[in-house]
């Protein structure tokens, strides 16, 4: 008998590569919006955000080629390439963010801004989320309630209860909840300060995206963050997911919540699949950072992955994508809003620019949540082509974050797909 791909990952890589879906897809190849499968059969991606100018963008593809037959070493020469996309790079921020250190990954990323916030700060203790990731590293993972650590979580990591617009804290959306959240934020602070930590930071996506992207007012996280700089802490903004232009009407979720983080972590779409993260922050806390810690990164900032970071920049600039995230994203809300009149499982509709989805639920006037039923819709899309994943505290979000070249005619793909599968699946756990 021949041994199947998922028999042979089982046998060689263990059980540590989950996959999506009941019967995962194999795929070959990739292009724009769409995915090709070992049989030929062609999908509509509406979840990858890292090809984020679109599947193998032939500029993107030309710079790592070009840039990998040229030159590509380690970090320790002289290469005009990080150079002149850490100027591009830091020309999209605010002027005091003007510093960039390059990784390989978001979660390298994080784990450098969780140091940098010790340096500058003094202090050790952090606060995130109860209902996030933010990355792999022993330190990140802290932050990242997936399973808890062996051991337990350490001593100088704290957390307030992840926001959530459809059931806000107190009872009250927008500004009430805001001043709920401060609240449980100071209340943090003032523990870590009891047991000698002080505060270092308070690490957060301004989008909230592994929470379950609650639907948040401007503004609404200002009275959090005086708090946190009342104790002396700075703010992480976790760009990874939110970030380059995907929310539509801003280029960084930060400037779209209204405020303004010490430090900035990127990754995911940076380099439209090429394995890249950064740290950006202001010359003063890159000093000491340098002070406190011995830091080196081999691959970090490498000649091939900055001209893929440079290549994908350029297009989301020259191709108007940021502008496409909000005309095609404000469509696809729409476009969800009208369906969920129809469907009275999509309890709630959320999002910005090409970051939206639905929150899935038995009963409207309970809002109890349907996970299985969720899961159950996402296979359902897979099997008609499209698709996307579901994610969020009680796993009944469905997720879309398409690449930034999707279409009108993509989202009306994934509307009536998705009316066709919600017809045809019982909302029953
Ligand atoms: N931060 C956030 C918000 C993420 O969602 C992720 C990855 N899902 C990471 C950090 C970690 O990025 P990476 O997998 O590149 O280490």
């Given at each position: 008998?021949?041994?199947?791909?998922?028999?042979k990952?089982?046998?060689?890589?263990?059980?540590?590569?989950?996959?999506?879906?009941?019967?995962?897809?194999?795929?070959v190849k990739?292009?724009?919006?769409?995915?090709?499968?070992?049989?030929?059969?062609?999908?509509?991606?509406?979840?990858?955000?890292?090809?984020?100018?679109?599947?193998?963008?032939?500029?993107?593809?030309?710079?790592?080629?070009?840039?990998?037959?040229?030159?590509?070493?380690?970090?320790r020469?002289?290469?005009?390439?990080?150079?002149?996309?850490?100027?591009?790079?830091?020309?999209?921020?605010?002027?005091?963010?003007?510093?960039?250190?390059?990784?390989?990954?978001?979660?390298?990323?994080?784990?450098?801004?969780?140091?940098?916030?010790?340096?500058?700060?003094?202090?050790?203790?952090?606060?995130?989320?109860?209902?996030?990731?933010?990355?792999?590293?022993?330190?990140?993972?802290?932050?990242?309630?997936?399973?808890?650590?062996?051991?337990?979580?350490?001593?100088?990591?704290?957390f307030?209860?992840?926001?959530d617009?459809?059931?806000?804290?107190?009872?009250?959306?927008?500004?009430?909840?805001?001043?709920?959240?401060?609240?449980?934020?100071?209340?943090?602070?003032?523990?870590?300060?009891?047991?000698?930590?002080?505060?270092?930071?308070?690490?957060?996506?301004?989008?909230?995206?592994?929470?379950?992207?609650?639907?948040?007012?401007?503004?609404?996280?200002?009275?959090?963050?005086?708090?946190?700089?009342?104790?002396?802490?700075?703010?992480?903004?976790?760009?990874?997911?939110?970030?380059?232009?995907?929310?539509?009407?801003?280029?960084?979720?930060?400037?779209?919540?209204?405020?303004?983080?010490e430090?900035?972590?990127?990754?995911?779409?940076?380099?439209?699949?090429?394995?890249?993260?950064?740290?950006?922050?202001?010359?003063?806390?890159?000093?000491?950072?340098?002070?406190?810690?011995?830091?080196?990164?081999?691959?970090?900032?490498?000649?091939?992955?900055?001209?893929a970071?440079?290549?994908?920049?350029?297009?989301?600039?020259?191709?108007?994508?940021?502008?496409?995230?909000?005309?095609?994203?404000?469509?696809?809300?729409?476009?969800?809003?009208?369906?969920?009149?129809?469907?009275?499982?999509?309890?709630?509709?959320?999002?910005?620019?090409?970051?939206?989805?639905?929150?899935?639920?038995?009963?409207?006037?309970?809002?109890?949540?349907?996970?299985?039923?969720t899961?159950?819709?996402?296979?359902?899309?897979?099997?008609?082509?499209?698709?996307?994943?579901?994610?969020g505290?009680?796993?009944?979000?469905?997720?879309?974050?398409?690449?930034?070249?999707?279409?009108?005619?993509?989202?009306?793909?994934?509307?009536?797909?998705?009316?066709?599968?919600?017809?045809?699946?019982?909302?029953?756990?």
């Open positions: 008998m021949t041994e199947t791909l998922i028999d990952r089982a046998r060689l890589l263990g059980p540590n590569i989950p996959t999506f879906y009941d019967d995962p897809v194999h795929l990739g292009e724009g919006v769409w995915l090709w499968d070992k049989d030929g059969r062609k999908y509509l991606d509406c979840y990858n955000n890292v090809p984020h100018v679109g599947h193998c963008h032939p500029k993107v593809v030309e710079a790592i080629c070009k840039q990998a037959g040229t030159l590509n070493t380690h970090t020469y002289l290469h005009d390439g990080i150079v002149d996309y850490a100027e591009r790079l830091t020309a999209t921020f605010d002027a005091s963010l003007d510093n960039v250190l390059m990784t390989c990954t978001g979660s390298e990323a994080n784990d450098v801004a969780l140091r940098m916030a010790q340096a500058v700060t003094g202090n050790t203790g952090v606060i995130a989320t109860d209902y996030t990731y933010h990355g792999n590293t022993m330190a990140v993972a802290q932050l990242s309630q997936t399973k808890p650590p062996i051991g337990g979580y350490w001593d100088n990591m704290a307030v209860p992840a926001p617009s459809y059931r806000p804290l107190g009872g009250e959306a927008g500004m009430a909840h805001a001043r709920a959240f401060a609240a449980a934020v100071e209340e943090k602070i003032a523990e870590l300060q009891a047991k000698g930590h002080g505060l270092s930071a308070l690490v957060i996506c301004p989008f909230f995206a592994n929470e379950g992207f609650p639907d948040l007012p401007h503004g609404w996280l200002t009275p959090a963050i005086d708090a946190v700089r009342r104790a002396g802490g700075v703010i992480i903004a976790d760009e990874v997911q939110p970030g380059f232009g995907r929310l539509g009407s801003h280029f960084w979720g930060h400037e779209r919540m209204g405020f303004l983080p430090i900035v972590t990127v990754g995911k779409p940076m380099a439209n699949g090429h394995p890249v993260g950064a740290v950006i922050a202001g010359h003063d806390t890159m000093a000491a950072f340098r002070n406190a810690f011995a830091y080196f990164n081999t691959f970090g900032g490498n000649p091939v992955s900055m001209a970071c440079l290549a994908t920049l350029d297009v989301i600039q020259s191709e108007g994508l940021q502008d496409n995230a909000q005309q095609v994203g404000a469509y696809a809300k729409t476009s969800l809003q009208q369906l969920a009149d129809r469907h009275d499982s999509i309890g709630d509709v959320r999002g910005a620019g090409l970051f939206f989805g639905a929150e899935m639920v038995l009963d409207r006037d309970s809002k109890t949540p349907a996970p299985e039923y899961k159950r819709v996402a296979n359902g899309m897979r099997q008609r082509g499209v698709l996307m994943n579901f994610l505290r009680n796993r009944n979000v469905l997720k879309m974050r398409p690449p930034l070249v999707f279409s009108r005619a993509n989202v009306d793909q994934v509307i009536e797909t998705l009316d066709t599968v919600l017809t045809e699946t019982p909302v029953t756990e």
